[in-house]
C-alpha cells in the first residue's frame, strides 16, 4: 500500500491509540475476559504494527531518539518532484499484513455497530476510524507504485521526478487521500488539498 507523508493522516491515525487503550481498560475492569476485549486488543497489537511503519513515526523516532533501534528500518527518504519541477508531498510503499488490517477492520466493524460507541466524547472515533481504514486499503496506482518500490530497493534516494503519466496517478490517488480524510469540512478539505498542489 501507499501511506503519504502527511500530517492530517499522521494524525488521525495517531488519534486511534487513546479511544483504543480506552475501551480495553473498560473492557478489562468489567471482569469477564469477552470477544470485544479480544477484537480490539488485537487491533491494538495491529494499530501499532502499522504505526512502526509510518513515514512521520519513522522521522521523528530516528529525529528524537537515534540511538534507540527502530523496529524495522523506515522508508528511504526522498523528495519528490513533478515534472515541472514542483515540490511534491511524498508518499512511501509500506507493507502491512492481511492479519494486521483483518484485525483492524474487524475493531472498526465492533466500534460502527450500533449501541457499541460510547457517548462520552467519542462519538467521532468510528468515523475518524473508518477514514483512516479507507486511506489504508485505498488501492495504489501500480505505475506509481513499482517506482517508489524501485527507489526503495536502491537505497536512499536524494529526489524523485515523476513522469508525466504518473505523476497524473500520483494527482488522482492523493486527491482521494484528501477527500477520505477531509470531506465534510470545507475548510479542511481546502487546507488539506493545498498540500499536494
Known amino acids: 500500500m501507499l501511506v503519504p507523508d502527511d500530517p492530517v493522516f499522521y494524525a488521525k491515525f495517531q488519534s486511534l491509540e487513546e479511544p483504543l487503550l480506552r475501551h480495553l481498560y473498560r473492557l478489562h475492569h468489567a471482569g469477564a475476559d469477552s470477544d470485544d ?50 515540490e511534491l508531498t511524498s508518499v512511501y510503499p509500506i507493507e502491512v499484513s492481511a492479519a494486521d488490517l483483518g484485525h483492524l477492520t474487524a475493531c472498526l466493524d465492533l466500534f460502527a455497530g450500533a449501541g457499541t460507541e460510547p457517548p462520552d466524547g467519542e462519538e467521532r472515533l468510528a468515523d475518524v476510524f473508518r477514514r483512516v481504514m479507507e486511506v489504508l ?61
Open 37 to 86: 476485549e479480544r477484537v480490539i486488543a488485537d487491533a491494538y497489537d495491529s494499530w501499532v504494527q502499522v504505526l512502526l511503519k509510518l513515514p512521520l513515526w519513522a522521522r521523528w523516532h530516528t529525529e528524537d531518539a537515534p540511538a534507540v533501534p527502530a523496529a524495522e528500518e523506515p522508508p528511504p527518504r526522498y523528495t519528490l518532484y513533478s515534472v515541472c519541477g514542483d
Open 137 to 197: 486499503l485505498l488501492p495504489p496506482p501500480s505505475g506509481l507504485l513499482n517506482i517508489l518500490r524501485f527507489v526503495g530497493e536502491q537505497g536512499s534516494a536524494v529526489s524523485v521526478t515523476l513522469p508525466a503519466e504518473h505523476e497524473q496517478e500520483y494527482q488522482r490517488f492523493c486527491e482521494k487521500v484528501v477527500t477520505i480524510l477531509s470531506s465534510g469540512d470545507t475548510f479542511a478539505y481546502r487546507s488539506h488539498r493545498a498540500m499536494y498542489l
